[in-house]
């Protein structure tokens, strides 16, 4: 069984930084793409960064510029760094792990992080 766990939210003022990690377990054989979603109350799950198997990443327009996502394809885990955090940015985040494949079975399968709170306030 395959389990994501995510860590590093917590309270920042406007301006500030953290750094959101992700690590995936169980008996993976190859993650493809590792993604950061973001869910604020009242909204629908938005995608923030997506990171390929190769490095190559795209971010959401409202992030450019300030998130960062970075990947560690030995240990299975993948990063987000956030600068200059605005109060928008307040939202649990999520990390997702695409078309995991795990020994002896090679269909993949996407599987999600139980989330971490990100509150930006002063």
């Known amino acids: 069984q395959v389990q994501l766990m995510e860590s590093g939210g917590g309270l920042v003022q406007p301006g500030g930084s953290l750094r959101l990690s992700c690590a995936a377990s169980g008996s993976i054989f190859s993650i493809n793409a590792m993604d950061w979603y973001r869910q604020a109350p009242g909204k629908q799950r938005e995608l923030v960064a997506v990171?390929?198997?190769?490095?190559?990443?795209d971010y959401a327009d409202s992030v450019k510029g300030r998130f960062t996502i970075s990947r560690d394809n030995a240990e299975n885990k993948v990063y987000l760094q956030l600068n200059n955090l605005k109060p928008e940015d307040t939202a649990v985040y999520y990390c997702k792990a695409e078309r995991v494949i795990v020994q002896g079975d090679w269909r993949g399968y996407d599987y999600w992080g139980q989330g971490t709170q990100v509150t930006v306030s002063s």
């Open positions: 990171i390929t198997s190769r490095g190559v990443t």
